[in-house]
C-alpha cells in the first residue's frame, strides 16, 4: 500500500517538474547557448522562406549564421518603381555559400521589407533560421541546392543589443567571454545577472 502511494506521489511530482527542454524550445540559440530566462528573446515565425543556395559546402552552409544586407546600391535608376523596389530589398548573407538567381521563379532571392519586419530589423529583432527539418534538395546546376529558412519575430533584443540604461543591457565582448568561459551554461547565466545587477 505505501509503495503504491509513493509510486502516485513521484508520478505526481514529475507531472509538476518543468520540462525545461520544452520551456527552452522557443527560445533563440546564440553561439550554442540557450537562455530560458525573462531577459532572452523568444522567437515567432513570420515566414518560411525557400532558396536556392550555390555552395560547394552544404553543411557549412547549414551550419552557419544568416543576416541580411540593404540591396539598393543602384542610384543611376530613373524608374521610380524599380528604385523604391530595390529600397526594400535586402540580400540574404551566410558563410560557404550563396543565393543564386537561376529559377528565380521558383525561388526567393531576397528578403523584401515591409514596415512590420523593417521595424523589426532596425530594433534587432528580425532572426533567420536554417529549417534543417526539411530536407536540402539537390538543384539542376552543379553545386546548387534547395534549401529552406525561417524568418522569426524576436520578443526582445540579445541583452548586448538593448539601451544600456535597460536593466538588462550588457556589453557584447563581456558576454562572450563569458561564454567562452569553460563552465556550465547555469553558471553562465548567473555570471551574465551578476553584470545586469551590478549596472
Do not use: C
Not at 540579445?158 to 565582448?173: A, C, L, Q
Amino acid at each position: 500500500m505505501w509503495i503504491f502511494i509513493g509510486g502516485v506521489a513521484i508520478l505526481f511530482l514529475l507531472l509538476l517538474k518543468p520540462n525545461r527542454s520544452n520551456n527552452s524550445s522557443n527560445y533563440v540559440e546564440y553561439n550554442g547557448v540557450v537562455f530560458a530566462k525573462e531577459w532572452w528573446p523568444k522567437l515567432k515565425l513570420l515566414k518560411r522562406i525557400s532558396l536556392l543556395v550555390k555552395t560547394k559546402d552544404l553543411d557549412k552552409v547549414l551550419e552557419s549564421e544568416v543576416s541580411i544586407n540593404n540591396f539598393f546600391r543602384y542610384k543611376g535608376l530613373k524608374n521610380e518603381y524599380d528604385k523604391s523596389e530595390l529600397q526594400n530589398a535586402y540580400m540574404y548573407e551566410f558563410d560557404g555559400g550563396e543565393v543564386t538567381y537561376y529559377d528565380d521563379d521558383l525561388y526567393e532571392t531576397r528578403f523584401f521589407m515591409n514596415k512590420r519586419t523593417k521595424a523589426l530589423y532596425d530594433n534587432k529583432r528580425l532572426f533567420f533560421k536554417w529549417n534543417k527539418s526539411v530536407r536540402a534538395i539537390e538543384g539542376d546546376k552543379k553545386n546548387t541546392w534547395e534549401l529552406h529558412l525561417n524568418a522569426y519575430e524576436m520578443t526582445s533584443p540579445f541583452p548586448f543589443d538593448r539601451t544600456k540604461d535597460d536593466s538588462f543591457y550588457i556589453n557584447k565582448r563581456t558576454f562572450n567571454n563569458i561564454l567562452k568561459k569553460d563552465i556550465s551554461d547555469e553558471e553562465k547565466m548567473i555570471l551574465i545577472e551578476a553584470k545586469f545587477s551590478s549596472k
